[in-house]
């Protein structure tokens, strides 16, 4: 009697998992921000859609939060274009916010796996903080990712980077051109107090889209119109 074949384990079962995939950079800019990332305290993203500034952030903090080197995500973002009003949303305040932190949670997924991201968010090591929520916290040994900054106002800003406590960083992002505040967005003038502080601020271009072709076609022709007004 022959011997009995031996069944080779799928190809699938046999891949990296999703945390333990290397984070590449896709141009020098963000292999700069990669690195400021990792070794900076705070740091400013500003630029157009589609540049990764949500992406590498929220890679770099899964990462991190992967290899225990911090207790917590903290995820901070507008809940609603010009305020913080969640009453009309059903749920509790996780499912309130989560049409607006959606692009954290699928990066979330696909670095940390979709069920690593779900019991993550169940036990606590990640959280959807609104705004409003963050008044009066000190906020210890996490890393705090702020995005759509630009939607944020001086006063709310000002609250946001005051929580900051022991061993914790702290990531904004945002784009000046998207801002529904209008003149009322604090982020300019943090990012000017940022750079003039000493604070790495980091500026993408149209030319820095990596998103998609028409993304990138989209950007440089608004970029364009919006110079001519």
């Keep these: 009697m022959g011997k009995r074949a031996v069944r080779r384990q799928p190809e699938k079962s046999r891949r990296l998992s999703p945390a333990s995939v290397p984070l590449i950079p896709r141009n020098d800019l963000q292999a700069d921000i990669l690195h400021a990332l990792k070794t900076e305290d705070q740091v400013f993203v500003i630029g157009a859609a589609g540049t990764g500034k949500t992406y590498l952030a929220t890679s770099y903090a899964a990462i991190e939060l992967s290899s225990h080197n911090y207790d917590r995500i903290i995820l901070v973002r507008p809940a609603v274009a010009a305020g913080e009003e969640h009453g009309f949303l059903p749920g509790d305040i996780k499912e309130k916010m989560d049409p607006w932190v959606r692009p954290f949670i699928d990066v979330l997924e696909e670095r940390m796996s979709k069920t690593g991201a779900q019991q993550a968010l169940q ?4 959280e959807i903080c609104p705004i409003a929520y963050m008044r009066g916290r000190s906020i210890d040994n996490a890393l705090i990712l702020v995005d759509e900054a630009q939607n944020c106002t001086y006063e709310q800003l000002k609250m946001i980077l005051t929580r900051v406590g022991d ?19 604090g982020l300019p003038a943090f ?5 003039e502080g000493g604070v790495s601020v980091f500026q993408f ?12 076609f989209w950007t440089e022709q608004t970029t364009c119109w919006e110079s001519r007004k």
């Design 123 to 126: 036990d606590g090591r990640i």
């Design 167 to 185: 061993n914790s960083k702290i990531f904004v992002f945002g784009d000046h051109t998207q801002t529904d505040l209008g003149s009322r967005s």
């Design 191 to 195: 990012a000017k107090m940022a750079e």
């Design 205 to 216: 271009g149209p030319e820095h889209v990596v998103r998609s072709k028409i993304c990138q």
